[in-house]
């Protein structure tokens, strides 16, 4: 089975950087998108950043301007450039692999958490 393992969360002060990484386990073919999403306490997971199949981009308006999405298919690897954090950044970061045959699935990594202090 497949397995999506996050890792590159941390604490930082504000405008600091961090670089999230999410690798794949083995390779999954047929990717309709990939994203990032994250998780504060009490609040709804949203999504922050994606990136499609045909490598187009799109990014949540609080991040944009601030964070990168990006992916290196021979590592089966995706990353997060998170640049100029802020405390309203602060969650738990989620990478998301859709595949889009039949039967379609999402995959999702464990998590990792991300702490920008004031």
């Known amino acids: 089975q497949v397995q999506l393992v996050e890792s590159g969360g941390g604490l930082v002060q504000a405008g600091g950087s961090l670089r999230l990484s999410c690798v794949a386990s083995e390779a999954i073919f047929n990717i309709e998108s990939q994203g990032w999403y994250r998780q504060a306490p009490g609040k709804q997971r949203e999504l922050v950043a994606i990136?499609?199949?045909?490598?187009?981009?799109n990014y949540a308006d609080s991040v944009k301007g601030r964070f990168i999405i990006s992916r290196d298919n021979a590592k089966n690897t995706m990353y997060l450039q998170m640049n100029s954090l802020k405390p309203d950044d602060t969650a738990v970061y989620y990478c998301n692999i859709y595949r889009g045959s039949w039967p379609p699935r999402n995959y999702w990594g464990q998590g990792t958490q991300v702490t920008v202090s004031s």
């Open positions: 990136i499609t199949r045909g490598g187009s981009t």
